[in-house]
């Protein structure tokens, strides 16, 4: 993502942004985003939280930069929130137009300040059929891909009389090598994939199993970049 947004200067295109004005833009071209669920207090469908943040994407071939953004992981969409005339719309972007996409998240608890996600279309040699929308990228190297699928389970619950939707977090992690696709959740599975680094990933989940259990994401990180240096000794 970092590669595809940098292959031309980020002030020219906030510069083109702006001489062009709002509504203009191709970014526009989406549908209107109204919630239609009702959720307690502090549930909800996005990743992170219901703010949106500061962001980056490729859409339609073009990239955009300083676009407010939430990624809604219940119905793997994206929503912009864009400036117009002397307010605001928040357009359902149109998930075929999107490339990548990057989000801030420096005013949450997770340690990164910047999420990339990528969409399915990039690596079209995939032939899983369940490889489909919008992954979170937590490493790469060489073709390698460590990607994660955010997603939510939508429910309904009963409070004070009312039915309400309540929304669980769930998520699955996937590797992606010379464009094969691998679902991972043990040690094994990546024993399966680097068959010649098996002695070092049993000494990595022997080392880190208070990181397995309460951080997934970082545990998995860790792991392929350490495997990338073991990798690049052989």
Do not use: C
Request: zero cysteines; charged letters at 25%.
């Amino acid at each position: 993502l970092h590669a595809q947004l940098n292959l031309a200067s980020k002030d020219h295109y906030i510069w083109f942004d702006e001489i062009v004005g709002n509504g203009n833009l191709a970014i526009y071209n989406g549908t209107i985003f109204e919630e239609k669920f009702k959720a307690p207090e502090n549930n909800h469908r996005f990743l992170l939280d219901d703010t949106y943040h500061l962001g980056n994407l490729i859409y339609d071939n073009q990239p955009y930069y300083n676009i407010y953004l939430k990624y809604d992981i219940h119905e793997d969409q994206v929503i912009a929130k864009l400036a117009y005339k002397t307010n605001f719309l928040f357009i359902k972007l149109i998930k075929e137009k999107i490339t990548s996409f990057e989000i801030d998240n420096s005013n949450t608890a997770i340690f990164n300040t910047q999420l990339s996600f990528i969409s399915s279309k990039t690596k079209s040699k995939v032939s899983e059929k369940k490889f489909t929308g919008f992954y979170q990228v937590l490493h790469q190297f060489d073709e390698i891909l460590l990607l994660k699928k955010n997603f939510k389970k939508r429910g309904e619950i009963i409070l004070n009389n009312f039915v309400y939707s309540n929304f669980l977090d769930k998520g699955y992690f996937v590797i992606l090598k010379n464009n094969n696709y691998f679902e991972v959740n043990s040690k094994y599975d990546f024993i399966n994939i680097f068959p010649n680094q098996k002695k070092y990933i049993s000494i990595f989940y022997r080392r880190n199993r208070k990181l397995l259990r309460i951080d997934k994401d970082q545990f998995y990180t860790n792991l392929m970049k350490d495997l990338q240096i073991s990798i690049s000794k052989t």
